[in-house]
């Protein structure tokens, strides 16, 4: 029955004692709330049990420890409360603690009652806080609780009816459903619920049954972080994993929008009596009041109890609640910095050739609109496609690099290269030229919407490196659902990158010889570099020698075309000498890269370190990670780990990830690096197939994509503040690994 109030008095003028001693203007009147408001509770006793419900409001909590139950009738006695698991709390003056939000279910069975009994006093200690920094003194309620004449059940659904024609009521009955499986859901953060299921004693719960399911308008949840369960021979079922007692799974959340609202759920569920009947699937509704989603907690969870943040987090709370200028200017900033990463490079000489391609025509204006052109046509791709992506919960470089796409670009810049070449001219077809010329100035026209749709492709394929401002900006995105302020960020993130593209693709038309046969160098200059863009992008699908070898052939050819074959006048122009000697350089890089490609090796500058090479014995070993491809793979090897109180570091990783390579090589074959994750579990998950399993164990972390590295302390519980996301040197991150793993606080 529903709480009566019956608070002691003495309780009472404790409680009005404290709030005399808080000083006068330190809260507002309505953030403080009576005992009987903040922790509400209803108990109802059914088949010999009392159903014990606490309802305890937002941002307030109770003390596991500070809870009991009693009987104050005569006659009527209370077997051991069976409550849930609390979660962990330091607490300043009683030390290590269990605390309850939420809702939590407590189940208090009646071992003993009067025959002619039918209701009894349930004396109830308790004691809880607010997190504005009040705590409550210790409170003594008492509530009468009716006691029905012989076992009940209530609201009995399909279920529950179906338990009931088993046989009569007897001691051993099957309990419906309803009650042998209970759940209670507390929330933990607007991004994130913990579900906890109470199991009737004599019951159990199988583990693959339980899913949380919901398409309401509000929020969606994700795949749920269940713990392993125990192993169980089931006559149904074969070997499963079962619960007994209880179990908490935590469930995140993507938000429909930012906005507070009621998000619908169902909880599904299947579970047997031990040596008895077993259970059709059954499903649970709940309703759960998610607060706005632009609160910081749900952003900055990993840096709640005073510990480092993650980069990620830190900008993903910035764009939430940060001042909107502020965060444009951040994200134009941290552009640029990424306009010098290894992804965004490989624009340059893109744009450089398409002014070059103009050739004497292009003058300091034309050179500017074609570079904004461009610009603007990446950063818009950039910002639609990103928060498509973000909003729909895809991973974007997992869809941009499908060999097909990777194909059909590279292609793309082998034909631009070879117009820059001289062998044809790239133009627009004669009857669409004729249409134009109609209209007016339509090549220049033309060509501007040529620029513009290189923009969209780099855009695309070539910048699909994942950085920490991109993820915060996807998260806010994915998560919030506040699409307008993510997408701004993107923009001015794009904006940043592309703000180096338009100083040299202006200055490119300024400087460049206006006519001449230096002119055709230049564009021959920039062909090699489209040729080279072909090779990186195919570098994503074809094994490391065969790339190797490409490089190798491109690089000779290229020493051709600078005269390194070329006999000389005695009197030839420095010019000229400097070309061939630059050319001779190359040929003999390109001869090693060719003769190690033969040997095995892949790697561009190292190219005679392969396998059985004399110069192979000096460097150092790779990492050595077990690979897992599935949820299940990892959480048994987390259970593994966490049974030996081992560390576990967790690496994302996919052929198509520039990245993850780059950590491959540069990082993870440092001395400092193997020293810092000694004796740590090295797992890695290889995404590149992005299939459906690659895909739940992205979800299962909210990773957009690789590179991201994941640690996880002996406990067995994720370090989320020191998550990585993309390249990391050596010495940084041998410094965070060492960090991140070293300690437990």
């Known amino acids: 029955m529903k709480q009566q109030g019956h608070l002691r008095s003495a309780a009472m003028a404790a409680g009005l004692g404290l709030s005399l001693l808080i000083p006068a203007g330190a809260f507002a009147a309505e953030d403080i709330l009576k005992p009987e408001e903040a922790f509400r509770y209803e108990a109802q006793a059914e088949n010999n049990i009392v ?33 849930p698991a609390g979660k962990a709390y330091d607490d300043e003056f009683f030390g290590p603690m269990e605390i309850y939000r939420g809702q939590i279910l407590i189940r208090l069975p009646i071992a003993q009652q009067p025959p002619d009994a039918r209701e009894f006093e349930l004396e109830i200690r308790s004691q809880g806080c607010a997190d504005i920094g009040l705590c409550y ?11 029905p004449e012989t076992p009940s059940v209530a609201a009995a659904g399909p279920l529950s009816r179906m338990v009931d024609k088993i046989g009569p009521a007897a001691a051993d009955a099957p309990l419906a459903p309803e009650q042998a499986f209970q759940p ?17 004693p004599g019951y159990y719960l199988y583990r ?10 509000v929020a969606q949840p994700g795949p749920p972080t269940i713990p392993p369960g125990e192993p169980k021979w089931d006559e149904h079922f074969g070997d499963v994993k079962v619960f007994y007692d209880s179990v908490r799974m935590e469930v995140p959340l993507a938000r429909a929008n930012p906005r507070a609202g009621t998000a619908e759920l169902q909880l599904a569920f299947q579970g047997c009596k031990e040596n008895s009947i077993c259970y059709p699937p059954g499903e649970i509704a709940v309703l759960v009041d998610l607060p706005p989603a632009t609160a910081v907690s749900g952003l900055t969870r990993a840096g709640d109890d005073g510990r480092p943040m993650a980069e990620q987090d830190r900008l993903s709370q910035l764009i939430a609640t940060g001042n909107l200028g502020l965060v444009l200017i951040t994200f134009l900033g941290l552009g640029l910095l990424l306009a010098f990463t290894p992804c965004v490079l490989p624009m340059v000489p893109i744009l450089s050739g398409i002014i070059a391609g103009e050739g004497a025509a292009c003058t300091t204006r034309r050179a500017f609109i074609l ?3 461009y610009v603007l046509g990446m950063a818009l791709t950039y910002t639609i496609a990103g928060a498509a992506f973000a909003a729909a919960g895809s991973q974007v470089q997992a869809v941009l690099m499908k060999p097909w796409i990777i194909i059909s670009v590279a292609g793309l810049f082998v034909a631009l290269a070879l117009s820059m070449f001289g062998l044809y001219e790239l133009q627009m077809p004669a009857f669409i030229q004729n249409r134009l010329t109609q209209m007016g ?21 070539v910048t699909t490196c994942v950085a920490p401002p991109l993820v915060a900006s ?46 055709d160098k230049v564009k021959g200059f920039f062909g090699f570099m489209m040729l080279g863009l072909a090779v990186w992008m195919l570098e994503r699908l074809l094994p490391g020698p065969m790339t190797l070898a490409l490089w190798g052939a491109l690089l000779f050819t290229a020493a051709v075309f600078m005269g390194a074959f070329s006999s000389l006048l005695p009197d030839a122009p420095v010019s000229q000498k400097l070309g061939k000697a630059g050319g001779l350089v190359a040929s003999l890089y390109a001869a090693a890269l060719l003769v190690g490609a033969l040997g095995g090796a892949s790697d561009p500058l190292q190219p005679l370190r392969f396998a059985g090479s004399p110069m192979s014995d000096g460097g150092s070993e790779h990492l050595e990670f077990q690979r897992i491809k599935s949820v299940a793979d990892l959480e048994t090897a987390l ?32 001395e400092r690096v193997h020293a810092a994750l000694d004796g740590t579990l090295l797992l890695q998950a290889d995404v590149t197939a992005n299939d459906e399993r690659d895909q739940a164990l992205l979800q299962y972390f909210g990773i957009f994509g690789p590179p991201t590295i994941v640690f996880y302390s002996g406990d067995g519980n994720e370090r989320e503040a020191y998550r990585i996301v993309g390249y990391m040197p050596a010495e940084d991150f041998a410094a965070h690994a060492s960090s991140a793993l070293g300690s437990t606080g």
């Open 51 to 83: 159903q014990f419900r606490w309802d305890i409001t937002p941002d307030h909590y109770l003390y596991k420890e500070r809870m009991s139950f009693a009987s104050a009738t005569e006659g009527v006695v209370l077997g051991e409360a069976d409550m």
């Open 474 to 519: 996807l998260t806010v995105i994915g998560q919030t659902g506040d699409v307008m302020r993510g997408a701004l960020s993107l923009f001015a993130l794009s904006m940043g990158m592309g703000l180096p593209l338009l100083v040299i693709g202006t200055s490119a038309g300024r400087l460049l010889p206006k006519a001449g046969g230096w002119m």
């Open 371 to 373: 570079s904004l052109t």
């Open 184 to 200: 209670a859901v507390e929330l933990l953060d607007p991004f994130r619920i913990a579900v906890t299921w109470t199991v009737a």
């Open 441 to 461: 100035n339509q090549q220049k026209r033309g060509t501007i919407m040529g620029t513009a749709v290189m923009g969209v492709l780099s855009a695309l394929v």
């Open 639 to 670: 259970a593994q780990a966490k049974a030996s109180n081992r560390t576990v570091m967790v690496d994302f990783y996919a052929d198509w990830c520039v990245s993850c390579k780059e950590m491959e090589r540069y990082t993870f074959t440092d």
């Open 137 to 147: 003194p210790p409170q003594k309620w008492l509530t009468t609780v009716a006691l």
């Open 208 to 217: 693959d049954s339980l899913k949380v399911a919901g398409d309401g308008p």
